[in-house]
């Protein structure tokens, strides 16, 4: 039987506009006139060359910056302005992801900005300002996400999670375009801009447009015009940056000697530990402070010479929130990469070892204690983490001297009143022996003590990294980057090495933090850089086949006109880590229930599974509706076809739609944000 004729002998239905029988039974969905695959010209895809500038907003879990190149400079990255305010022992390149309301829930300041004038409150005035720190897991975490999804301030208040994201984003813009401005010498339009946003590759396409519509909201882009915008996703923006790397911009683990000054055994931050001569050393803090323009190679770097057509590389991105891990192998000449495994990762970030430390403090404090103090004092509990994070960077395989942890003076008073005893008592009772306290006021952690801490995140990310070298298409990976600030690590980095016993190459770029900023700029200037993805889901739609004795459920039948009709079938859009390319169309073709009908709405599903037979089987769930609104094309034809086409091999599914008697375009969308 042809297509055509399949075509003619099915019937369309539309759950939402024209209710079935069957609905009892599930959402029987609709039937396919044209189930295809097609394959679009992917170089048509467009280059976003038509901007002057790409401007890309690292939204970090614990810290956030932006960086921006001139299209007709693309070879010169630059990063944003050194922001005000610091931590002793912590590199500022980029600020705190803190937001700071006032008690109206006005927004009032971001980053160092926010948490410095927050800090300064008084605690009777602070209780009713709003600050928020690492918001960002909620996108992952939650499991219903919405545009109503809510977030907790310090001070356990509830606020609008995209009123949070939106605030942060534009002050990015207004940040981004004032510098823009002075650089120009005139003030910089934004329509000029392309922006790029980066989020993890892990994260499922709520998250994503839950950014997308933050964006909106903070006119960043408007909706008219949604190109103007692209999301990045991490472990990818990093795999494009480290293709143009020089060998003086990078550590490579598993060599043993120095490149440009730097033993492969010290840490890889922005600092002084990992030079070897003190000159080398100010040199290279003076070199960093004066410029904050990168140059990048126009073709592949140094160490890309080395790889050869089909070569096969790991990323892992080791953020604060999450840690993500993408596979990629090169095509040569161009450079082009290809996708080969399906991201992965888990909430593996350095935020795990902020948790640990809390979880420590509940069993000297008591859990009763901490949570009031975090709710009485916020401010002074903003001031403790940031002293652990000071520690938590100097923490290492090989130190011998104990790590000192300043505890603020209303921890220590509040403590007093609260249990009437003091701190010292309570480390005294609690039997935790590697914790001691300080005459100075400190706690006293024993490198081991802080190496515990540490030891469950990387213990995850360790056994995540395990199981993805067993897969048959992360076989011969040449090397694998350690990318993200938690990449940082000397912890980290030696149970990579320890993982890999050899098998790969461990490289770590310099500025470890800047990695996926640069790269995000780099993809905003070609979009279609990475020619091949895996899909990290199955995808599709309800529909109604002919029904088959024996091969069909009976429970799924239904008669409607004489005909017998099987419901819930799942019609497959695309398989969990099946391979797309960038441009591939995934074609369906639909048909208004009725003549007059404005809106057709279909439900769509997902699975983890590569393959699903019934919408209503478990692991499979509704997580979005492809909305086709197909007022204004009426025509005079018997039945109207409106041919859909889907994409899924960018970073975000996108619908378009035709209604094939006219030709007219039809408006068509995916939301994932209403289920």
Avoid at 140 to 168: M, P, Q, W
Avoid at 223 to 240: F, H, M, T, V
Avoid at 610 to 619: D, K, Q
């Amino acid at each position: 039987m042809t297509e055509k004729d399949t075509a003619t002998e099915n019937i369309i239905t539309d759950a939402m506009a024209n209710p079935s029988p069957a609905k009892s039974m599930g959402d029987p969905g609709i039937t396919p006139l044209s189930p295809s695959h097609t394959q679009n010209d992917t170089d048509q895809v467009p280059s976003g060359l038509s901007f002057d500038v790409v401007v890309a907003i690292d939204f970090g879990t614990t810290s956030s910056g932006y960086a921006y190149a001139f299209t007709k400079e693309p070879e010169c990255i630059h990063t944003m302005r050194r922001w005000e305010g610091g931590d002793p022992g912590v590199s500022n390149q980029k600020t705190p992801t803190t937001i700071l309301l006032t008690p109206d829930r006005k927004f009032h300041s971001f980053g160092y900005a926010a948490r410095d004038f927050y800090h300064d409150l008084d605690p009777s005035e602070s209780k009713h300002w709003l600050y928020l720190e690492k918001f960002k897991m909620k996108l992952h975490t939650t499991a219903n996400l919405s545009i109503d999804t809510d977030l907790h301030a310090a001070n356990g208040k509830r606020v609008k999670a995209l009123d949070i994201f939106a605030y942060a984003l534009a002050f990015f813009k207004e940040q981004a375009l004032k510098e823009l401005s002075d650089q120009t010498g005139g003030e910089f339009d934004n329509n000029d801009v392309r922006w790029v946003i980066t989020v993890p590759a892990i994260w499922k396409m709520p998250a994503k447009q839950f950014m997308r519509e933050a964006a909106y909201k903070a006119a960043l882009v408007s909706r008219e015009n949604p190109e103007q915008l692209i999301i990045s996703l991490e472990p990818e923006a990093a795999s494009i940056y480290c293709r143009k790397l020089r060998l003086h911009q990078m550590v490579d683990l598993g060599t043993h000697t120095t490149q440009n000054g730097f033993s492969p055994t010290d840490n890889v931050g922005s600092g002084i530990t990992q030079v070897v001569s003190p000159g080398h050393a100010k040199e290279h803090v003076r070199r960093n402070r004066q410029s904050r323009t990168f140059l990048v190679e126009n073709v592949i770097g140094e160490l890309w010479s080395e790889l050869e057509e089909g070569d096969r590389y790991v990323v892992v991105d080791c953020g604060g929130g999450t840690v993500d891990l993408t596979v990629h192998q090169i095509r040569l000449p161009e450079g082009h990469l290809k996708e080969l495994y399906k991201a992965s990762g888990g909430p593996y970030g350095s935020l795990g070892i902020d948790y640990e430390f809390e979880k420590l403090l509940c069993k000297i404090f008591g859990q009763d204690f901490i949570d009031q103090f975090k709710i009485k004092r916020p401010a002074a509990w903003v001031d403790l983490m940031i002293a652990f994070e000071s520690r938590k960077r100097a923490a290492a395989p090989d130190r011998t001297n104990p790590l000192n942890i300043n505890l603020p003076f209303s921890f220590i008073d509040y403590y007093k009143k609260f249990r009437g005893h003091s701190v010292e008592h309570a480390l005294r009772k609690s039997n935790v022996d590697f914790v001691k306290w300080s005459s100075q006021g400190m706690l006293r952690m024993s490198p081991d003590a802080m190496n515990s801490l540490f030891k469950p995140t990387i213990d995850h990310i360790i056994q995540h990294l395990t199981e993805l070298f067993e897969k048959p298409e992360v076989s011969n990976i040449k090397f694998l980057f350690l990318v993200g600030g938690f990449a940082e690590s000397p912890l980290l980095q030696q149970a990579v090495q320890n993982m890999l016993q050899g098998r790969s190459r461990i490289i770590i770029p310099h500025d470890v933090g800047l990695t996926i900023l640069k790269g995000a700029v780099l993809f905003g200037l070609d979009p279609s850089i990475i020619k091949v993805r895996r899909s990290p889901l199955t995808y599709g739609v309800g529909v109604l086949n002919r029904f088959v004795e024996g091969k069909h459920p009976p429970e799924k039948l239904l008669v409607k006109d004489g005909t017998r009709w099987c419901t819930d079938v799942f019609d497959t859009f695309i398989a969990a880590d099946q391979s797309v390319a960038l441009g591939e169309m995934v074609k369906r073709s639909y048909t208004p229930a009725k003549p007059s009908q404005q809106v057709i709405v279909i439900h769509v599903y997902c699975a983890e599974k590569e393959s699903a037979v019934f919408i209503s089987e478990p692991g499979v769930r509704k997580c979005g509706t492809l909305r086709l609104d197909v007022s204004g094309t009426e025509s005079t034809a018997p039945r109207r076809e409106i041919q859909t086409l889907m994409q899924f091999g960018d970073t975000e599914i996108r619908a378009m739609a035709v209604d094939v008697s006219t030709g007219r375009t039809v408006k068509a969308s995916i939301d994932f944000l209403s289920c």
